[in-house]
């Protein structure tokens, strides 16, 4: 069986994955042609080529600035990584967009990238789990009878709260939403203990880890951000991928740039002066820059050491990490069977399972647990009974994972802030220290933690260092 990649194969090679005569390919990918000229500095440096940092340096070299890009492994994609499983294109990591997230969707047309969508959008049959070791099932409308109203009751304040999904801090939080965990409003609410356990699942799996982690107000984003609709919501988060995996976009937006690109280049340091950025990689090579645009996740920052320090929220929050640290897992049964969506405990080992490719011959369910405690994806064992607990009679051919957690360039999954942090300390990650720009999935306004923010964070990186380039230019 095909088991995840732990800490001692990630060392080994970070872009390839073989195990149980399964390969997971990577992404190669060439590099422009434009390299440093004169005194060897650039106008821009970008490091990390997550989607961010792809489009950060595609959108800077296109502006007529001569950029640097850095990549620490030997691919593209930061939290990104399509892979090959059971003759499927898949994505390890973020995956699923929607044409309610402007900044992806706009790309999507603009390079024409076809997309499908997940089988379990045609489920007919729904498991859930309304206490723990009670199992029920039935169909989808037997479901959302009981989760409609439960989602419409967690969501509630999302209007009043976050009236400009885009600006989350343009109302002030007078009720104390973002000090409150997502356990403690979920507790709160006036529902069935059965809603309440179904919530605490929902919830686990949209911040990746248990409910006492993440900021009530920071999950009501996602509601806000889909029109305050709660299937359109589900429309953006977990029905339409790319055809191919998120790599079919991710080489077009690539190719597009100009700008002189490098893997293999971790940075271990970054020393500014007024008016330029030197930049050190763990080889000791270095770079010099007019800007830096630091595209890596927030939790990676803080593994970077800055001459003069940024900023102490800065470090503090990423040695702290988001919340984002559960499990995902591809699982390929054997033969036929319905379409299915099944929602568990957050306790289980898979909170969320769901049919996402339907084959002639057998079906890969897609899985989510709230953390890596509760589900080692290296063990047959565990991954056959986990799935049993949703489908009691699959058998699991094969399976596979990836952990993010043991990546030293990602440290954790998608981004969700712990209480306090959105009202707190957003705005001060969002901001420049002096020569260096951050962008990331992780400080983006609005799909923050999907691949849209990711692409609104490069683009507004981009356009902020180039229009201070050119200010200077011309004084």
Not at 33 to 40: C, L
Not at 88 to 93: A, K, M, N, P, S
Not at 376 to 387: F, R, S
């Amino acid at each position: 069986m095909t088991n995840t990649l732990n800490r001692r194969a990630f060392l080994k090679s970070s872009s390839a994955m073989v195990a149980g005569g399964v390969a997971a390919g990577t992404l190669g990918f060439s590099s422009s042609a434009q390299s440093a000229e004169d005194d060897g500095t650039y106008d821009v440096i970008v490091v990390g080529s997550g989607f961010a940092g792809v489009t950060a340096a595609r959108n800077a070299s296109q502006a007529g600035l001569k950029v640097l890009h850095l990549e620490a492994s030997s691919r593209l994609g930061g939290r990104c990584f399509t892979s090959h499983f059971a003759g499927h294109d898949i994505d390890l990591g973020g995956t699923w967009i929607g044409w309610g997230q402007p900044h992806v969707w706009a790309e999507k047309m603009r390079y024409q990238i076809p997309i499908t969508e997940s089988a379990a959008f045609s489920a007919s049959q729904y498991v859930w789990y309304p206490e723990p070791g009670h199992r029920r099932g039935g169909s989808p409308d037997d479901y959302w009878k009981v989760m409609y109203e439960a989602n419409e009751a967690y969501f509630a304040p999302a209007r009043e709260a976050l009236p400009r999904p885009y600006s989350p801090l343009f109302v002030p939080d007078d009720k104390g939403l973002d000090r409150l965990t997502a356990k403690e409003a979920i507790e709160q609410l006036d529902v069935s203990a059965e809603q309440k356990v179904l919530l605490n699942g929902f919830a686990a799996i949209n911040g990746h880890s248990p409910t006492d982690t993440s900021s009530y107000l920071d999950q009501l984003r996602w509601i806000a951000l889909a029109g305050f609709n709660q299937f359109f919501m589900w429309d953006n988060l977990g029905r339409f991928r790319f055809e191919g995996g998120t790599k079919s976009l991710l080489t077009k937006m690539h190719e597009d740039s100009k700008a002189e690109f490098k893997t293999g280049q971790p940075v271990k340091s970054v020393e500014q002066t007024d008016d330029h950025v030197q930049v050190t990689t763990v080889r000791n090579e270095t770079y010099v820059g007019r800007k830096l645009i630091l595209a890596v996740p927030l939790n990676v920052i803080s593994t970077i050491e800055y001459t003069p320090a940024i900023s102490n929220t800065k470090m503090e929050i990423s040695r702290q990490r988001h919340t984002g640290s559960g499990v995902k897992l591809y699982a390929r049964i054997k033969g036929k069977h319905p379409l299915m969506f099944g929602h568990g405990t957050q306790d289980m080992p898979l909170t969320f399972v769901w049919t996402e490719y339907d084959d002639e011959d057998s079906q890969i369910l897609v899985g989510f647990g709230a953390s890596p405690e509760l589900l080692d994806t290296t063990d047959a064992v565990a991954v056959q009974e986990a799935v049993n607990q949703y489908l009691p009679d699959a058998e699991v051919i094969d399976f596979v994972s990836y952990d993010w957690n043991v990546d030293p360039y990602s440290l954790g999954t998608w981004c969700m802030y712990r209480p306090g942090w959105l009202t707190e300390s957003f705005e001060e990650l969002q901001q420049a220290e002096g020569n260096i720009h951050f962008a990331t999935a992780d400080i983006a306004s609005g799909w923050r933690g999907f691949i849209d923010g990711a692409i609104e964070s490069g683009a507004l990186a981009a356009e902020q260092v180039a229009e201070l380039l050119k200010e200077g230019a011309s004084a």
